[in-house]
């Protein structure tokens, strides 16, 4: 069965300070990854997605960037925090069918991070 | 340009009865609605999808309706359980769109006993 991981739970990092978020997918290969966060009262905004290695697009203007190093590892970095960064992270991942389209995305379990 | 609203950010209901959310839409090419449901610091789960060319889906205890003409769809679960308390989130895409989803903001449903 298909898990995903996400590290870590929760962070708490200052103004100006470097982030890295891992995620990473088992039990499936060649999949569609995404990030989202999820600002508090607000719904799920999605960041970046990747339909490969090395392949990331970003959907939203920011101090964020992200990676796809390996088939089913996706990191979500950033060289200096701000403080809107606070929010709940999380990374999903889909199938990628044939036909270039899956509906149904599997999310992991999410990072809180704190930024103050 | 928020194309999938969830009007309600909260929802009380009692055991057993039918609770009701409610989302709207705008964009008209939405090839599929899907509702995901989740627990404070976990990750949303997937709950139940409906196409574009249904206009209801049953599974269990959750049924969605979808009224095209009003862009708008909605989630019944009856009887309402305690464990249903979640906040539920109401998605859609559009099967150009390289599997992207467009969520709407969440309601928070409380199932009281």
């Known amino acids: 069965s298909q898990t995903i991981h996400q590290w870590p739970a929760t962070l708490v990092q200052p103004v100006g300070s470097p982030l890295s978020l891992e995620c990473t997918v088992e039990?499936?290969?060649?999949?569609?990854l995404y990030w989202y966060r999820q600002a508090a009262g607000r719904g799920l905004q999605l960041l970046f997605y990747?339909?490969?290695?090395?392949?990331i697009s970003s959907e939203v203007p920011q101090n964020l960037s992200a990676s796809r190093p390996q088939d089913r590892q996706f990191i979500l970095s950033s060289k200096k925090l701000l403080l809107s960064d606070s929010g709940f992270y999380l990374c999903?991942?889909?199938?990628?069918?044939?036909?270039?389209?899956?509906?149904?995305?599997?999310f992991g379990p999410g990072t809180r991070l704190t930024v103050t | 340009d928020q194309q999938v609203k969830q009007n309600s950010p909260s929802l009380s209901v009692q055991e057993g009865r039918i609770s009701i959310l409610n989302c709207d839409y705008t964009n008209s090419m939405f090839d599929y609605f899907l509702w995901y449901k989740k627990y404070p610091a976990e990750g949303p789960t997937f709950l139940i999808s409906i196409s574009s060319i249904k206009d209801k889906n049953e599974d269990g205890r959750f049924t969605v309706f979808l009224n095209k003409s009003a862009k708008h769809l909605s989630l019944h679960i009856v009887p309402s359980q305690p464990g249903d308390s979640a906040v539920y989130f109401c998605?859609?895409?559009?099967?150009?769109?390289?599997?992207?989803?467009?969520f709407g903001e969440g309601t928070q449903l409380t199932v009281n006993p």
């Open positions: 990747s339909v490969g290695i090395g392949q």
């Open positions: 039990g499936t290969s060649n999949p569609n």
């Open positions: 999903a991942w889909s199938v990628k069918l044939d036909s270039g389209f899956s509906y149904e995305q599997y």
């Open positions: 998605a859609a895409i559009r099967e150009t769109s390289g599997s992207r989803l467009t």
